[in-house]
């Protein structure tokens, strides 16, 4: 399988290495806390620049989300942006990258991968919202919750009221 740059096809080795020192310099791995009163660890993998094919091209690499635009206005370029915040993609992501990046970035992923496993991460129950399609953690097991938040729920009442 092989990659496009500048209109020449790259082979895989040499495109990971490439999208490797892209991430280096320009992506990003943090842990953040969920702020929904569940209080939980996550991880997100991130890059952000104003090169939209660089960010393509890595999205395209690595299998993430193509990239979304965001306005800076003022004058200022506008950055494109892509991310998951899907563990399972994260780990596959940071091992196909692994063997390119610097010692201080590989010591930083595995912090922050053992914080997140300490934390029974992967253990968590993840759940798909039915009305937006988005992943969320279920905070009682028992609870059959399909939805990610009460506007979700409201929002899918209300398509499923005007479709009587």
Not at 100 to 110: A, D, P
Not at 137 to 152: D, P
Request: charged share 25%; hydrophobic share 30%; glycine share 10%.
């Amino acid at each position: 399988m092989g990659y496009f740059a500048n209109g020449e096809l790259m082979e895989q080795r040499e495109a990971i290495a490439w999208a490797a020192g892209l991430f280096e310099g320009e992506g990003c791995v943090s842990a953040h806390r969920d702020s929904g009163g569940s209080n939980y660890l996550y991880l997100l993998l991130s890059i952000t620049m104003t090169d939209e094919d660089s960010v393509s091209r890595f999205a395209a690499i690595c299998g993430l989300p193509a990239p979304r635009m965001k306005e800076r206005g003022n004058g200022r370029k506008n950055i494109w942006h892509s991310e998951t915040g899907k563990y399972a993609e994260i780990v596959r992501v940071m091992a196909m990258l692994a063997p390119y990046l610097g010692k201080r970035r590989q010591e930083r992923w595995n912090e922050l991968h053992g914080a997140y496993l300490a934390e029974g991460g992967e253990n968590r129950r993840q759940r798909l919202c039915h009305s937006c399609g988005s992943f969320f953690i279920s905070e009682n097991r028992k609870a059959n919750r399909i939805y990610c938040t009460r506007n979700c729920q409201t929002r899918e009442g209300q398509r499923r009221f005007r479709q009587r």
